[in-house]
C-alpha cells in the first residue's frame, strides 16, 4: 500500500540554464549562451517531487503567480503524477530560482532570483484564509502523514501549522529556513 503524504510549503520553480561560456563583446563581464533548460519544481514542489519519485501518492499545497512561470510549474508538477490543491493568485509572482551551469563541467557560474521580494513574501501571507479553506478535504482523502516545507517565503504561517495540527496526521514532519517557528 502506498503511503499518502500531503507536503505543505513554499513551492518554487527551480530553473537550470545549460550554458556555453563566450568572450562577452561588451566587456569583461562573463558571457553565456544558453543552450538547454531544464524546470524543476523546488522548494516544497522538490520534496513532493522526490515522494512521488519513492512511490509515494503525494497532495501537494502551496501558493503560485498566475503567471507563465506558475503554469510551467504546474506542467511539472503533473509530469510526476502529484495530486496539488495549488493556489494560483494574480497578484504575486512565482518565485523562481535560475541557475546558470557550464554545459561542458557542469560548473555553477551564477543565480538569479525572481518574485521572493519582501512585497511578495506579504502578498503570499495575506492569502492564508484562501488557503485555510484548502486544508478540510485531506480528512476525507485520508492522508495519514505531512511534511511542512518552509523556506520563509510567505505561505508557512502559524495560522496555516495551527490548522494542520488540528488534521491529526500520523506522522507530522517539518523542515524549516527559518531559525525557529513555534505554533501554539
Do not use: W
Not at 491529526?168 to 525557529?180: A, D, G, N, P, Y
Request: net charge neutral.
Amino acid at each position: 500500500m502506498k503511503p499518502k503524504i500531503a507536503v505543505f510549503g513554499d513551492i518554487l520553480l527551480d530553473r537550470y540554464d545549460y550554458c556555453e561560456n563566450r568572450e562577452n563583446p561588451e566587456s569583461s563581464a562573463p558571457c553565456h549562451r544558453v543552450k538547454n533548460t531544464v524546470f524543476l519544481p523546488g522548494g516544497a514542489g522538490n520534496v513532493a517531487a522526490n515522494l512521488a519519485r519513492l512511490g509515494a501518492e503525494v497532495i501537494l499545497f502551496g501558493v503560485l503567480g498566475n503567471d507563465d512561470h506558475g503554469r510551467q510549474l504546474l506542467t511539472e508538477i503533473s509530469k510526476l503524477g502529484i495530486n496539488h490543491k495549488i493556489l494560483t493568485d494574480n497578484g504575486i509572482k512565482t518565485i523562481v530560482k535560475q541557475r546558470i551551469l557550464s554545459t561542458s563541467d557542469g560548473r555553477y557560474h551564477g543565480r538569479l532570483d525572481f518574485g521572493d521580494y519582501p512585497s511578495e513574501i506579504e502578498a503570499i501571507k495575506s492569502l492564508r484564509f484562501q488557503i485555510l479553506s484548502r486544508l478540510s478535504p485531506l480528512l476525507a482523502d485520508g492522508f495519514d502523514s505531512c511534511i511542512i516545507s518552509d523556506y520563509n517565503k510567505g505561505f508557512i504561517t502559524a495560522e496555516i501549522i495551527n490548522e494542520i495540527k488540528k488534521l491529526e496526521f500520523l506522522f507530522m514532519l517539518t523542515q524549516s529556513r527559518t531559525k525557529v517557528f513555534i505554533a501554539e
